[in-house]
């Protein structure tokens, strides 16, 4: 076990805790279907309020997860029937192909479409879920072995994946197990192997993106878009491919996945301030900066998910540490008063400007729609075995 997971002073969340903040979190999803039952909610929120938007966005899916969550904890018709509302608009989107012409379709489907149909049965869930898996497959480049991130098929600046595209690869594994054709998995472990061949740096930090040629397919170099700069390590890119790394795992038990995840993990906790919340890039340690609390719960789910795999002692380990994380977010993180903000947790960055990247500065210190979702689904791993929806 690396030694820095035993530093951390942080006491776990307790079982009551846990018992309030899934609480909480139920009561502010319960609110907000007031505004977001036929409405998708923003990437992020504005001055701690999500703004109710069309469902175009790369994070529609997280919202809809919520609702399920909410559902599964509490067995309630009012978040069954919303989050059956939502499938409808999803089923529109992918049928109509209104802004897919991207790499996401795993975070939107899988917590919106998949969930239905794992959880309720519900036959257009499936039917959107399995159009969104082949609209994903149709950006594998086999000149690489990868899924196209963004902008048109083929274009040499836009040839290049990212990390966080680990997680949309569930999708694929279960529209293969779903359909009864391998075709979906087998592109799906292609890019997954692409992504661990590429993307993790000698000192186990993460690229952001990797470009590829597109005349030969081999590797030419890792960038960021959202990291403070191209060498640097994006704390939630580093999020993303510890929870992918989970991800990947469950799906092909090969001992590499798990140990490019301890790398990983251990690299980022390296990185953390004392209460466990990154900065939003792993180059600042202390001081001012942002921080992305959104990293922390994805990071937590992600080490329960892992947990799960392992078993033994690791497996405990890893679960104390999740709910240290988990700890943390709920006493000094979470929303607690709805006069406070529409959303679950405060203080995550989406796209914060730097010297060294393009962004224009969207979603900084704000609330963000996949950081409330992990951190849901992080809590519900922590209070029963549960089936993922991924
Ligand atoms: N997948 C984009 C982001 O994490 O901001």
């Known amino acids: 076990m690396p030694e820095t997971l035993i530093q951390f002073e942080i006491a776990p969340i307790s079982t009551s805790e846990v018992d309030d903040a899934m609480g909480i979190a139920i009561a502010q999803v319960r609110r907000n279907l007031l505004k977001f039952t036929n409405a998708s909610q923003n990437h992020s929120s504005v001055n701690n309020f999500y703004p109710a938007v069309d469902n175009d966005q790369w994070t529609s899916g997280f919202w809809p997860g919520e609702i399920w969550l909410a559902y599964e904890a509490s067995g309630e018709a009012i978040f069954r029937n919303a989050a059956q509302i939502q499938v409808q608009s999803f089923l529109h989107r992918i049928e109509k192909r209104i802004e897919t012409d991207h790499h996401d379709m795993g975070f939107l489907y899988s917590p919106s479409c998949v969930a239905a149909w794992k959880l309720v049965g519900d036959a257009d869930g499936r039917r959107a879920a399995l159009l969104a898996a082949d609209q994903l497959l149709d950006r594998f480049q086999e000149r690489g072995q990868f899924i196209q991130a963004w902008g048109p098929m083929g274009e040499p600046g836009n040839y290049r994946y990212i990390i966080d ?4 690869l569930p999708l694929l594994y279960w529209a293969s197990s779903e359909s009864g054709d391998a075709k979906y998995r087998i592109k799906a472990l292609a890019h997954a192997r692409t992504t661990l061949a590429n993307s993790i740096r000698p000192d186990h930090s993460t690229y952001h993106t990797f470009y590829m040629d597109p005349e ?173 929806y991924w």
């Open 165 to 168: 595209c680990l997680l949309n």
């Open 216 to 388: 030969t397919g081999a590797p030419v170099r890792g960038a960021t878009k959202q990291g403070y700069r191209d060498d640097s390590a994006w704390a939630r890119g580093q999020a993303w491919a510890i929870a992918g790394m989970a991800a990947c795992y469950r799906y092909e038990p090969d001992a590499a996945y798990l140990e490019a995840f301890e790398n990983l993990l251990a690299y980022y906790l390296n990185r953390l301030p004392d209460d466990l919340i990154p900065y939003w890039d792993l180059t600042f340690i202390d001081g001012d900066e942002p921080r992305d609390s959104s990293s922390a719960s994805i990071v937590a789910s992600g080490l329960l998910e892992m947990a799960d795999q392992i078993g033994g002692t690791r497996a405990a380990e890893l679960r104390r540490l999740a709910a240290q994380m988990l700890g943390s977010l709920w006493r000094n993180y979470a929303v607690r008063d709805p006069a406070v903000s529409n959303g679950l947790v405060l203080h995550a960055t989406y796209s914060k400007k730097s010297p060294f990247n393009t962004c224009r500065g969207e979603g900084v210190d704000e609330c963000v729609a996949w950081g409330d979702y992990y951190y849901f689904e992080g809590l519900t791993r922590l209070s029963r075995h549960w089936a993922p």
